[in-house]
Protein backbone atom coordinates (compact mmCIF):
# COMPACT_ATOMS: atom_id res chain seq x y z
CA UNK A 1 0.00 0.00 0.00
CA UNK A 2 1.21 3.52 -0.81
CA UNK A 3 0.12 6.94 1.03
CA UNK A 4 0.14 10.03 -0.87
CA UNK A 5 0.01 13.40 0.87
CA UNK A 6 0.32 16.46 -1.22
CA UNK A 7 0.90 19.88 0.54
CA UNK A 8 1.84 23.50 -1.10
CA UNK A 9 -1.19 24.85 -2.00
CA UNK A 10 -3.10 27.81 -1.71
CA UNK A 11 -4.13 31.49 -2.77
CA UNK A 12 -2.22 33.15 -5.38
CA UNK A 13 -2.88 36.17 -7.82
CA UNK A 14 -2.64 35.68 -11.58
CA UNK A 15 1.58 35.90 -12.71
CA UNK A 16 2.34 34.01 -9.36
CA UNK A 17 4.24 30.90 -8.40
CA UNK A 18 3.11 28.12 -5.74
CA UNK A 19 5.36 24.74 -5.43
CA UNK A 20 3.11 21.65 -4.71
CA UNK A 21 4.70 18.58 -2.51
CA UNK A 22 3.58 14.94 -2.65
CA UNK A 23 5.60 12.66 0.02
CA UNK A 24 4.91 9.07 -0.67
CA UNK A 25 5.03 6.77 2.19
CA UNK A 26 4.68 2.74 2.34
CA UNK A 27 5.59 0.50 -0.51
CA UNK A 28 7.15 3.10 -3.31
CA UNK A 29 7.79 1.63 -6.94
CA UNK A 30 11.27 1.88 -8.49
CA UNK A 31 10.30 1.07 -12.14
CA UNK A 32 7.00 3.58 -11.89
CA UNK A 33 5.96 6.84 -12.23
CA UNK A 34 4.57 9.71 -9.82
CA UNK A 35 1.92 12.32 -11.56
CA UNK A 36 0.05 15.62 -10.94
CA UNK A 37 -3.47 16.28 -11.70
CA UNK A 38 -6.40 18.55 -11.76
CA UNK A 39 -10.17 19.11 -11.55
CA UNK A 40 -11.52 22.25 -11.62
CA UNK A 41 -15.81 22.38 -10.59
CA UNK A 42 -17.93 20.40 -12.89
CA UNK A 43 -14.73 19.23 -15.27
CA UNK A 44 -12.70 15.97 -15.64
CA UNK A 45 -9.59 15.41 -13.78
CA UNK A 46 -7.29 16.56 -16.01
CA UNK A 47 -3.76 15.84 -16.46
CA UNK A 48 -0.83 17.88 -15.31
CA UNK A 49 2.31 16.05 -15.03
CA UNK A 50 4.31 13.16 -14.30
CA UNK A 51 7.83 11.76 -14.06
CA UNK A 52 9.27 8.35 -13.18
CA UNK A 53 11.27 7.88 -10.63
CA UNK A 54 13.73 5.63 -12.44
CA UNK A 55 15.77 7.57 -15.38
CA UNK A 56 13.23 10.80 -14.27
CA UNK A 57 11.40 11.34 -17.42
CA UNK A 58 9.20 13.84 -17.17
CA UNK A 59 5.65 14.46 -18.97
CA UNK A 60 3.25 17.74 -19.37
CA UNK A 61 -0.42 18.67 -20.12
CA UNK A 62 -0.20 20.99 -23.20
CA UNK A 63 -1.79 23.80 -20.97
CA UNK A 64 1.02 23.53 -18.24
CA UNK A 65 3.98 23.36 -20.82
CA UNK A 66 6.81 25.79 -20.41
CA UNK A 67 5.10 27.01 -16.63
CA UNK A 68 4.97 24.20 -14.65
CA UNK A 69 8.45 21.62 -13.75
CA UNK A 70 7.96 18.35 -12.02
CA UNK A 71 10.51 17.24 -10.52
CA UNK A 72 11.38 14.00 -7.81
CA UNK A 73 13.82 13.74 -4.86
CA UNK A 74 14.06 9.35 -4.30
CA UNK A 75 15.70 10.04 -1.15
CA UNK A 76 12.59 12.09 0.58
CA UNK A 77 10.24 9.61 -1.24
CA UNK A 78 8.97 12.90 -2.84
CA UNK A 79 7.58 14.62 -5.78
CA UNK A 80 7.44 18.62 -6.69
CA UNK A 81 5.51 20.35 -9.09
CA UNK A 82 6.71 23.80 -9.66
CA UNK A 83 4.11 26.34 -10.76
CA UNK A 84 5.02 29.63 -12.39
CA UNK A 85 3.44 32.24 -14.56
CA UNK A 86 -0.24 30.81 -12.48
CA UNK A 87 -3.43 31.41 -14.97
CA UNK A 88 -6.76 31.73 -12.97
CA UNK A 89 -7.72 28.82 -15.01
CA UNK A 90 -4.97 27.41 -13.19
CA UNK A 91 -7.31 27.05 -10.38
CA UNK A 92 -8.57 23.60 -9.44
CA UNK A 93 -7.94 20.68 -7.09
CA UNK A 94 -4.47 19.06 -7.24
CA UNK A 95 -4.49 15.97 -6.72
CA UNK A 96 -1.08 13.32 -6.86
CA UNK A 97 -1.18 10.18 -8.18
CA UNK A 98 1.33 6.85 -8.33
CA UNK A 99 1.59 3.88 -10.59
CA UNK A 100 2.27 0.68 -8.59
CA UNK A 101 4.05 -0.67 -11.93
CA UNK A 102 5.29 0.39 -14.83
CA UNK A 103 2.96 1.24 -17.53
CA UNK A 104 3.47 3.07 -20.57
CA UNK A 105 0.90 5.30 -20.57
CA UNK A 106 1.45 7.73 -17.77
CA UNK A 107 -1.41 11.10 -18.97
CA UNK A 108 -4.36 8.69 -17.98
CA UNK A 109 -6.07 8.95 -14.61
CA UNK A 110 -6.63 5.11 -15.13
CA UNK A 111 -2.83 4.86 -15.17
CA UNK A 112 -2.62 5.48 -11.50
CA UNK A 113 -3.50 2.77 -8.61
CA UNK A 114 -3.18 5.44 -5.82
CA UNK A 115 -4.21 8.98 -5.22
CA UNK A 116 -4.14 11.70 -2.97
CA UNK A 117 -6.46 13.67 -0.60
CA UNK A 118 -5.88 17.11 -3.12
CA UNK A 119 -5.10 20.40 -2.72
CA UNK A 120 -6.60 23.47 -3.59
CA UNK A 121 -5.14 26.18 -5.73
CA UNK A 122 -6.85 28.88 -6.49
CA UNK A 123 -5.55 31.86 -8.95
CA UNK A 124 -6.91 35.33 -8.58
CA UNK A 125 -7.22 37.77 -11.76
Known amino acids: QVQLVESGGGLVQAGGSLRLSCAASGRTFSSAAMGWFRQAPGQEREFVAA????????YYGDSVKGRFTISRDNAKNTVYLQMNSLKPEDTAVYYC??????????????????WGQGTQVTVSS
Open 97 to 114: AAQSAYRFVVTSTGAYDY
Open 51 to 58: IRWSGGST
